[in-house]
């Protein structure tokens, strides 16, 4: 799945957890929104740069 | 559905029953319809080519295979032998809304309610898999494939739990049971979800998500405009 390793970044990043403490693992992330999820990815991906 | 009976010197030649949406068109008439997508396609560029005896011939041949195919009691090969005039009236009067119609939110299929949903409050499981399976579609163009692979991803129930054997099923399901106003308007309104996101917050990932937005174009809404530009021209001859 194309998007399968963006989403698993996140769940390893542990990125989730400062604000969603039992959202860790791929399975739990793949079931919220998308769009809290890609504002994450944003959020990531800003911190990075 | 429309009936038409045809007559020729006031002799019943063909009786057929044309669509008036695509809630009256099934899948697999619009699968067949647009095996001829190319026949327009040729046509529009003889025309603007000025070969105008070859464009005329294909697009006769488009609207006749448009006509049969999403139409009911009649094949080509008995459309072919009425009179060309008939057929270029209908397509005119009858098949305006292959480019005008407007893509519906809510539908009932065999018995079940389903929406178009909002598809950033769905779950990203289920935009992984359609991005997915977007990319595995050999022919890209066909908006029911396209339409049809949103629908399968969003028409179920519960918590996501990556299935792509179900969503094959479901698949079959809407193939059977949804007509092409449901697969049209899902493809309709994820590309506009796609663009939506594209803007706001991918812009990392635009050239991966803009690549998947030119693969959502409704290319049978084009060819329906070609078609119909050039019946008006011919009525007007």
């Known amino acids: 799945m194309g998007y399968y390793p963006l989403f698993a970044s996140v769940a390893e990043s542990g990125v989730l957890t400062n604000y969603m403490s039992d959202k860790t693992n791929i399975e739990q992330i793949l079931n919220l929104p998308l769009s809290e999820v890609m504002s994450v990815v944003e959020w990531k991906k800003a911190e990075e740069v | 559905m429309k009936k038409y009976t045809l007559t020729n010197n006031g002799k019943e030649i063909l009786v057929l029953k044309v669509p008036e949406g695509r809630h009256e068109v099934s899948y697999d008439q619009w699968c067949e319809a647009y095996k001829y997508l190319d026949l327009a396609q040729e046509s529009k560029k003889d025309f603007d080519d000025g070969n105008i005896f070859e464009a005329t011939q294909k697009s006769i041949e488009s609207i006749s295979r448009l006509v049969s195919s999403l139409s009911t009691g009649v094949t080509y090969e008995q459309l072919i032998k009425v009179p060309y005039s008939k057929i270029n009236n209908i397509f005119i009067l009858d098949f305006g809304w292959l480019s005008s119609e407007m893509p519906k939110k809510s539908f009932k299929v065999k018995g079940k309610t389903f929406k178009i949903p909002n598809f950033s409050e769905k779950s990203a499981g289920d935009f992984m898999d359609v991005m997915d399976l977007i990319k595995q579609i050999n022919d890209l163009k066909n908006d029911a494939d396209?339409?049809?692979?949103?629908?399968?991803?969003?028409?179920?129930?519960?918590?996501?739990?990556?299935d792509?054997?179900?969503?094959?099923?479901?698949?079959?399901?809407?193939?059977?049971?949804?007509?092409?106003?449901?697969?049209?308007?899902?493809?309709?309104?994820?590309?506009?979800?796609?663009?939506?996101?594209e803007k706001s917050m991918l812009q990392h990932l635009e050239l991966e998500v803009m690549e998947e937005l030119e693969k959502l174009t409704s290319s049978l809404s084009g060819w329906g405009t070609i078609l119909y530009l050039q019946a008006l021209q011919k009525a007007e001859y």
């Open chain 2, 146 to 162: 396209l339409g049809l692979t949103i629908a399968a991803i969003y028409f179920r129930e519960g918590d996501y739990k990556q």
């Open chain 2, 164 to 197: 792509v054997e179900a969503i094959n099923e479901r698949k079959e399901h809407l193939k059977k049971y949804a007509a092409m106003d449901v697969l049209f308007s899902a493809g309709f309104f994820f590309s506009n979800s796609l663009m939506s996101l």
